[in-house]
């Protein structure tokens, strides 16, 4: 995230002193390109001749080797959506091949205007967090990533599972594998810890490690959240030529439950306390001890006396505390809904009295002035619910409704509380449901 475009760093060498370009005539060009500091020829990138294809590119950053020795957190990592970063289930190379078509191609200023002209730059956008390697390697790789998706697209159209799978294999081949965390992305604060050197992997020891990697180095953050802040977003991504914004799970870390008095980081209820280690998941396995949510209910049926009438009416209240460290749902809003459902059956058959869902989204994605996710000038505030719950507050709903009083006296009322992965419109994410509630109602005279 702090990789400096060459184009800004270029520019910044026309204004920078003399020892800057004492120091252009003493390294070459390539190892200055994009970075500040001392150091960055040794890392992995620099070391290497620049991947020239999707294959070269998952070579140079292979969890395979790791394997050997790890197969434990290797297995782990494998359930992980990091181990597919730029295909999930194809969710995610939808939404790429999307980008591409729909933006990209449109945007006046993009310079493409054909998919042929897409080059790793283009690409960065999403690749700033869903791939980040991707900026070590040449313009081909990314054609060759926009073909690969057309491949994919071309065959779920045409009924080829076999050209399908193939396509989806060598997309899910590019990930966020072991050697993004612990070499290339393992040092965040550069000019005070080092470019991150090749040969070394990056752990919370310093020592001696078998094979290839041959020494263990210490990753300052690697155990803090702000390691997992660099992808896991904050709001718009302004150090992008066209700001993208995706996930905000760090921002809201950042700034609600922090500040609400929470004291854990993204590793305490990622990995360590719910023993997932290296599988590190969303809501579908259980984070926290299927506790993600504290939810207290409470269904009142009543006479309401509306002047000279009694009225029979129902009021469900229902109160949800987030006990995650940010709000959820999170990431693109595309993506997952959390609904509250609350439904109401009475009388003889069972007959249904009222149902109503209420769903709870991330904060809308701001593609700003893309025409993919609206035309706004700006960022659309206002104008969007932004109703995701809310670290450590409690978010009170109530539903009312009338009924007659023979109903509700024999009625029953269900609240449902559970996250849906949308696709297509509206599927469920097979996920357990968070909380199920269930209640006879009684009839109360209102006093
Ligand atoms: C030949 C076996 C072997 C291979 C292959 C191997 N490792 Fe290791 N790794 C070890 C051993 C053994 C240790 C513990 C060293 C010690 O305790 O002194 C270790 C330690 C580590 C640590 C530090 C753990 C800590 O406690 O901080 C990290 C990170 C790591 N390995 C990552 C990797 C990555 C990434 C790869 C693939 C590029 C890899 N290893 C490949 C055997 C291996
Ligand atoms: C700031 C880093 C960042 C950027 C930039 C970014 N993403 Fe993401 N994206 C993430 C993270 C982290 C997640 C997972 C968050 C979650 O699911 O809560 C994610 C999730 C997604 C998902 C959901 C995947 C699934 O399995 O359902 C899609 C789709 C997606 N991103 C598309 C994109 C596209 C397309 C772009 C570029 C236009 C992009 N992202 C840019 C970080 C980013
Ligand atoms: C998304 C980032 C990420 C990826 C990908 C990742 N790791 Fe880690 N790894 C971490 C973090 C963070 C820790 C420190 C956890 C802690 O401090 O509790 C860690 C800890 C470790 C450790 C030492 C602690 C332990 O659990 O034994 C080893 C060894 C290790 N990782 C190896 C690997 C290997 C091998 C892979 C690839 C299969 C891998 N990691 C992929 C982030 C990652
Ligand atoms: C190099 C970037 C990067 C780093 C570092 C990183 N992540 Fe991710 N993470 C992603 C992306 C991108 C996705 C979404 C992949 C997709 O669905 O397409 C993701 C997905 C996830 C998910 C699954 C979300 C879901 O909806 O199921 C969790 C949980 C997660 N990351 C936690 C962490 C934690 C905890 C750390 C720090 C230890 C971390 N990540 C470090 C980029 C990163
Ligand atoms: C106090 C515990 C806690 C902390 C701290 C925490 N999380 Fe979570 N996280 C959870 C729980 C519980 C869920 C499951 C709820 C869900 O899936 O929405 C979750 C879900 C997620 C998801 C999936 C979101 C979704 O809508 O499905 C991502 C991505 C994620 N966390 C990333 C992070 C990152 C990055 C950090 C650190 C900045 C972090 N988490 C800190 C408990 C925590």
């Not at 905000?248 to 870390?253: C, D, E, H």
Request: proline fraction near 5%; aromatic fraction near 8%.
């Amino acid at each position: 995230m702090f990789r400096r475009n060459p184009a800004k760093s270029a520019c910044s060498l026309a204004w920078t002193t003399s020892a800057v370009l004492a120091a252009v005539l003493l390294f070459p060009p390539r190892v200055l390109a994009g970075t500040a500091g001392v150091g960055w020829d040794e890392t992995i990138a620099a070391k290497s001749v620049k991947p020239g294809t999707v294959a070269g590119l998952a070579k140079l950053y292979d969890s395979g080797p790791c394997a050997e020795c790890h197969r434990g957190i290797y297995d782990q990592w494998r359930k992980s959506t990091h181990s597919a970063s730029m295909f999930n289930g194809g969710r995610m190379t939808a939404a790429l091949r999307k980008f591409i078509l729909e933006g990209l191609v449109r945007w006046p200023s993009s310079g493409v205007k054909a998919p042929g002209d897409v080059k790793v730059k283009h690409l960065m956008v999403c690749a700033k967090c869903h791939l980040p390697q991707l900026a070590d390697a040449t313009d081909e790789v990314a054609r060759e990533i926009l073909e690969t998706i057309e491949t994919w697209q071309g065959a779920i159209d045409g009924n080829d599972p076999k050209t399908r799978d193939q396509a989806a294999e060598k997309l899910s081949s590019l990930n966020i594998g072991c050697l993004l965390c612990h070499n290339r992305n393992a040092v965040i604060h550069k000019l005070v810890d080092g470019y991150p050197a090749a040969g070394a992997v990056y752990g919370n020891r310093e020592g001696a490690h078998p094979g290839s990697f041959a020494v263990m180095k210490k990753g300052e953050s690697l155990g803090e959240s702000i390691f997992c802040g660099q992808c896991h977003g904050y709001g718009p991504n302004f150090d992008l030529e066209n700001p993208v914004q995706c996930a905000t799970a760090y921002g809201s870390y950042l700034f609600a439950y922090v500040r609400g008095g929470g004291g854990e980081t993204c590793q305490d209820c990622h990995m360590r306390k719910n023993r997932l280690g290296h599988n590190m998941q969303g809501a579908s396995e259980p984070v926290m001890d299927n506790a993600a949510l504290d939810v207290a209910t409470e269904v009142r049926g009543y006479l309401w006396k509306d002047v000279s009438t009694y009225v029979p009416r129902v009021v469900v209240e229902v109160s949800l505390t987030n006990r995650a460290g940010h709000a959820i749902p999170e990431g693109p809003p595309s993506s997952k809904r959390l609904a509250l459902e609350v439904t109401a059956t009475g009388g003889n058959n069972d007959a249904p009295l009222f149902s109503e869902t209420r769903n709870y989204r991330a904060v809308s994605m701001r593609f700003g002035r893309s025409g993919l996710m609206g035309e706004g000038p700006h960022e659309n505030s206002g104008f969007t619910d932004d109703t995701s719950l809310p670290p450590l507050q409690a978010v009170r709903e109530r539903f009312d409704f009338v009924a007659k009083s023979e109903d509700i006296a024999g009625g029953r009322v269900v609240v449902r509380v559970r996250i849906r992965q949308l696709e297509d419109g509206a599927l469920d994410s097979g996920a357990p449901d968070w909380y199920e509630f269930r209640k006879e109602l009684k009839m109360e005279k209102y006093p």
